[in-house]
């Protein structure tokens, strides 16, 4: 009786899977006309490839430096200062430094002094240390400036919310 069973198993499950596939043609509604499907060898069939990961790297944000300067004096600055902001590479013994992003503006009459310089990413080297200078000056005299430049762009990552002070030079 093994035996039996075994050769009308097949022929019933071929069966049973036409059947099924008669009917999901049919939408299920007994023979009632449907909307056509998609044959099997077109399920099979890939569309369109799966992007596993991101084609381009996840863009790293611009190396901003921002914040505030402010002074203690209780002044008001005249209406011809103006304020400059640089960005240099730190850890030359030279006295000059070499720039990397600079900002020259007209102050306003009153401190906090916002500011934001942005960098070029291009010119940050990897393992570099970079420094703020800020000065405030008035027909080419510097009245205002830091007294060491303040570590910024820490690894090339954006310096935001910075409180600069600047010391009277005279």
Known sequence: ????????????????????AACQRAG???GAAAAPTRTAAAELAPTQPVVVGSPT???????????????????????????RVRVVRLGQRSASRPVIAELAFPAPRRVPIPF??????????????????VSISRRGKVEFTTAEPVPVLAGGRPSPGLKVL???TR
């Open 166 to 168: 600047v010391r009277r």
């Open 116 to 133: 934001t310089l942005e960098c070029d990413p291009s010119s940050l080297e990897p393992g570099a240390a970079y420094g703020l200078e």
């Open 1 to 20: 009786m093994t035996g039996n069973r075994g050769t009308w198993l097949w022929p019933a499950l071929v069966l049973l899977v036409v059947a099924s």
């Open 28 to 30: 299920g509604r007994g």
């Open 57 to 83: 790297p996840t863009p790293r944000p611009l190396p901003v430096v921002s914040g505030d300067i402010f002074y203690r004096e209780r002044l008001v600055l005249p209406s011809d200062a103006t304020v």
